[in-house]
């Protein structure tokens, strides 16, 4: 049982060890390098793919007008009072539309209100949506020990993609 027991993973952030054995531009290549490993019954637990040269990447995608604040608050507190229709509705013997109609036009209501307070907040500010992330410029494979060798070797022969 003790074979299918994933690595310890350390507790506190440590920097990786072990030899670099190979080094590819995109992370999937890296993962793909990874699972050809695994799949020629390489101990991969000794692995690593560490990404290095770091950047926070933001992506605009799209701006933001008080009219698309309204919407989006609007929409997201009708789904905290439909949330709260339904609870309330647990616990009356009345009809369940009853309480959820009124339940989901307050939150809708509320949730459009404090959109627009919060936006209107910022000063024009931020008058754009985004999506970050980090992305790494290359990613390296390590492994530990005397394993690197033979990971080394095994990589070299990885059929191109």
């Excluded at 009345?94 to 959820?100: K, P």
Aim: charged share 15%; net charge neutral.
């Amino acid at each position: 049982m003790s074979s299918f027991r994933p690595a310890r993973v350390p507790q506190v952030p440590t920097p990786p060890s072990g030899e670099e054995v190979a080094s590819y531009p995109t992370y999937l290549e890296a993962q793909h390098a990874v699972d050809y490993l695994a799949d020629n019954d390489f101990p991969v637990r000794l692995v690593t793919i560490v990404g290095t040269d770091l950047r926070m990447v933001e992506r605009i995608t799209g701006r933001l007008t008080y009219a698309r604040v309204a919407v989006a608050g609007s929409a997201s507190g009708a789904w905290f009072g439909l949330f709260v229709g339904l609870l309330l509705s647990l616990f009356t013997t009345g009809s369940t539309l009853a309480v959820l109609l009124p339940a989901l036009f307050i939150g809708a209501g509320f949730g459009l209100l404090f959109a627009i307070a919060t936006y209107a907040a910022t000063g024009g500010k931020r008058d754009f949506t985004s999506s970050s992330q980090v992305v790494a410029s290359s990613y390296a494979v390590l492994c530990q020990g005397p394993d690197a060798v033979q990971a080394r070797q095994m990589l070299g022969q990885l059929p191109p993609r």
